[in-house]
């Protein structure tokens, strides 16, 4: 009977998607004619809860899509002294519907049928609508450039690319929650952001300018965040992006996010046990930086030319590679973003301002595992006697899991840590999702 009973209660939502398809084909939208047959299939072949909540929000975004286009149709009617109730009990009639497919999915046999633990059911449920609905405002918006890589193909590809991303992103933030080996996924969907991003660059450079944001080629170095800005007087876009992802989440970008930062966290593998830096590594990072702004003034202002500029730029991004092949790998430790990259002075400085924060226990043994798992030299004895991480932390998140006794964890003011934890994941996997989307040169 319950096997009956389920596509039935399920035969309104079909109409329901079906309908919505076939009006924005009508509107020649074909992104959101295919994203409405999309969205019913991930409900049918799906047993999670969080897409039983999701299908519900689009039940509820289709009522409203016929409320509006329902009282356009009617006001355009009656200022053509056209007759209007026909098309009033036609709207209020698929709005019916809609509200009972809603209703048959409230039924209990198709509770059932969907699955899931509560708390992962919320964290992907959120993932899911800040992901769709963080890139949906530059693809309404943006036309010059293009930001999302489908709608630069096909027209109304990028709402579907859209979709995948939130899906991607529903997925992995209750993967990584439930997994007992959160940095090898973490290190993993890093390397394959930073390998998609220099694929698209590398396509670009080869003439497929559509693979460019811009169309035009620019310096993928770290340091020009800073850098560049500064000698231009503008395009301030990227330094934008990092700040948004501070003010958020804190130094993450050194983490999750740096295209580049991912090779280094690589080099720094090929050594199991990572060495202490000596304390005269801070004073060279702080002259580096130093140095970083006084050169790109001087060539700003001293007549110099755009190509001997970019050339410079080039040299430090290639000088930074070589610190990572040579030193890294040496010492185990991220030297490259801990002691060369201005951009990880400023992401462990003005991270500061997020309240998001690693913190260690009262219980803490000092067995110096969560030492042997950091690669960005933030865990020293002195540190975790103090309890707390150096400046270098990027809340990777990589010594919580190393922790036998589990006394490290994420902290927020006034939640618990496991709720700490759970938000910060989402947030990140959100932004992780959405730079996947529209990171490239």
């Not at 994420?410 to 959405?434: C, D, E, N, Q, W």
């Amino acid at each position: 009977m319950r096997a009956i009973k389920l596509p039935l209660c399920l035969l309104p939502s079909a109409i329901v998607s079906l309908m919505l398809s076939i009006h924005f084909l009508r509107l020649s939208d074909y992104g959101w004619a295919v994203l409405c047959l999309l969205f019913f299939t991930l409900l049918l072949f799906s047993r999670k809860r969080w897409v039983w909540i999701i299908f519900q929000g689009f039940l509820l975004a289709g009522i409203l899509v016929w409320v509006y286009n329902g009282t356009e149709t009617i006001a355009q009617q009656v200022s053509m002294g056209e007759p209007w109730g026909r098309t009033a009990v036609m709207m209020s009639m698929v709005c019916v519907l809609s509200v009972l497919a809603w209703l048959f999915l409230r039924v209990r046999e198709v509770r059932a049928h969907y699955d899931g633990s509560a708390e992962n059911t919320v964290t992907s449920t959120v993932a899911f609508f800040l992901t769709f609905l963080i890139c949906s405002f530059p693809q309404a918006l943006m036309h010059d450039p293009v930001p999302l890589m489908a709608e630069r193909f096909i027209k109304g590809g990028g709402w579907i690319e859209i979709f995948f991303l939130s899906l991607y992103s529903a997925w992995l933030v209750e993967k990584i929650i439930i997994s007992d080996k959160p940095g090898k996924i973490r290190g993993r969907i890093w390397t394959a952001f930073s390998v998609v991003f220099f694929l698209q660059a590398a396509l670009g450079i080869s003439g497929f300018e559509k693979f460019l944001m811009t169309g035009s080629l620019h310096l993928p170095v770290p340091a020009l965040i800073v850098a560049g800005p500064l000698y231009r007087g503008e395009g301030f876009f990227m330094s934008l992006l990092l700040l948004s992802t501070l003010i958020l989440v804190g130094p993450v970008w050194c983490s999750w996010i740096c295209y580049i930062g991912n090779w280094d966290f690589l080099a720094s593998r090929s050594r199991r046990k990572p060495a202490e830096l000596p304390g005269y590594y801070n004073h060279i990072r702080i002259s580096l930086f130093a140095a970083l702004v006084i050169v790109t003034l001087f060539l700003r202002f001293s007549g110099f030319s755009t190509s001997f500029a970019v050339i410079c730029g080039a040299a430090f991004g290639l000088c930074g590679v070589a610190v990572m092949i040579r030193i890294s790998r040496k010492k185990g430790i991220m030297v490259h973003c801990t002691t060369y990259c201005p951009t990880g002075l400023i992401n462990n400085l003005v991270g500061k301002i997020n309240p998001f924060r690693i913190r260690i226990g009262n219980g803490c043994i000092d067995c110096f595992s969560c030492m042997r798992a950091c690669r960005y030299g933030a865990l020293t004895k002195i540190s975790i006697r103090k309890r707390r991480p150096g400046l270098t932390c990027t809340l990777c998140g990589d010594c919580a899991a190393a922790c036998k006794d589990s006394r490290i964890g994420y902290h927020f003011p006034g939640i618990s840590s496991v709720a700490a934890r759970k938000a910060f994941l989402t947030l990140v996997v959100v932004l992780h999702a959405v730079f996947l989307g529209m990171a490239r040169i």
